[in-house]
């Protein structure tokens, strides 16, 4: 397999229409590592969005779809793997492609018995409300797949976040139903849930589903007790210009069954996803757009207090580009890696940083 060289630092990026001039010139962000990963020259043009994992190894594995545009039936799911302690990402390659139909939304997770999953969404349509959830399973690695398995047959079936392992060791996967033929919105009943596989009997069970007043989709979910969940989710509706775009949240008392209704929340959402995990530290850290219009700043918060208050927070992208569809994890190395797309959905960057740039921060 070939390789290149993936990671250039923002002094030689300096296509796009951010102020990077200003960010290198910052001494509060030289704690914050931010790296070109994929642009447009590397396979499928389109790169929207792409997801992370650490594998078992200490190998970071990157998996993103690609292909002519959103909803171009030539789109297929790549792979890439940057091995530890290495700084070179392996040349894209296709791990899931359903012929003549899209494949996009692609989750990437090693489980605690060793397998990697691959989620991913399928279209068997022209919309997302036509869509299906899909599965490969890889046992050495992400070297090989699996045949895909499908894990929900509802037509408007749809995934895109990354799973948590309960207190109890069953998963818990964030999905949602998408409706509505509008490429340009999504309809009021659109509704996030959560799937639980049980890894010893290997069954899918669904949980309730979480209403709210425009609609909801792609959920973010944590555990803080057996029983206490929360989630944090992006808000439904169109794209037009409105001073009433919050991101959603929704509470569940009982291990992850049922969901409370969802409300919005004081974190302003441009209809664009966020991501939502539980630190090392026991912190909880959120990834989103502070906006309401556009997918910019980009922006880290951290609550010390189990999401009770959100003390600490950093802009650490902003300007007139784009930083759309954060991704987060926290390596075993403690650092903090967050994923996301830029430069019209054509390139994929990567900040790394420690928690204390967050929490230390006096930006």
């Not at 399928?122 to 797949?145: C, E, F, H, P, Q």
């Not at 425009?214 to 210009?241: C, E, K, S, T």
């Not at 300007?319 to 954060?326: H, K, L, M, R, S």
């Not at 926290?330 to 960057?349: F, H, L």
């Amino acid at each position: 397999m070939s390789r290149f060289i993936g990671l250039l630092t923002l002094s030689i990026f300096t296509c796009t229409t951010i102020a990077f001039a200003q960010i290198e010139r910052n001494p509060e962000r030289d704690n914050i590592e931010t790296y070109r990963v994929f642009g447009p020259e590397h396979p499928g043009l389109y790169k929207h969005p792409a997801s992370i994992t650490e594998l078992a190894n200490g190998d970071l594995y990157i998996a993103y779809y690609g292909g002519a545009d959103e909803y171009a039936t030539d789109t297929a799911v790549y792979g890439s793997r940057q091995k530890k302690g290495d700084t070179l990402w392996t040349m894209p390659e296709v791990i899931a492609d359903t012929p003549d139909h899209g494949d996009g939304n692609p989750v990437i997770w090693q489980a605690p018995d060793g397998l990697v999953w691959l989620f991913y969404n399928n279209i068997y349509g022209t919309t997302w409300s036509d869509g299906r959830v899909l599965a490969k399973i890889s046992k050495d690695g992400a070297m090989t797949w699996s045949d895909s398995i499908v894990i929900n047959f509802e037509r408007g079936s749809m995934v895109r976040g990354q799973p948590i392992v309960l207190n109890s060791g069953e998963y818990l996967l964030p999905l949602y139903h998408e409706t509505g033929g509008d490429t340009e919105m999504t309809a009021s009943d659109t509704m996030s849930y959560f799937m639980r596989y049980n890894p010893k009997d290997k069954t899918w069970t669904e949980s309730s589903r979480i209403k709210s007043a425009n609609g909801n989709l792609q959920a973010q979910v944590v555990q803080i007790d057996d029983n206490y969940l929360i989630a944090y989710i992006r808000r439904g509706g169109n794209f037009l210009p409105t001073e009433h775009g919050y991101a959603i949240r929704s509470e569940s008392r009982d291990g992850g069954h049922t969901w409370s209704e969802g409300v919005d929340t004081p974190f302003k959402n441009p209809n664009s996803a966020l991501d939502f995990i539980k630190l090392k530290s026991g912190n909880l850290l959120m990834v989103y757009n502070d906006n309401m219009n556009e997918r910019t700043p980009l922006t880290i918060a951290i609550s010390t207090d189990n999401d009770k208050t959100w003390a600490h927070s950093r802009n650490i992208l902003g300007g007139d580009n784009t930083f759309a569809y954060p991704y987060a994890i926290q390596r075993s190395d403690g650092k903090i890696c967050i994923i996301y797309t830029t430069n019209a959905r054509t390139t994929i960057m990567m900040s790394v940083f420690n928690e204390s740039a967050i929490i230390e921060s006096k930006w």
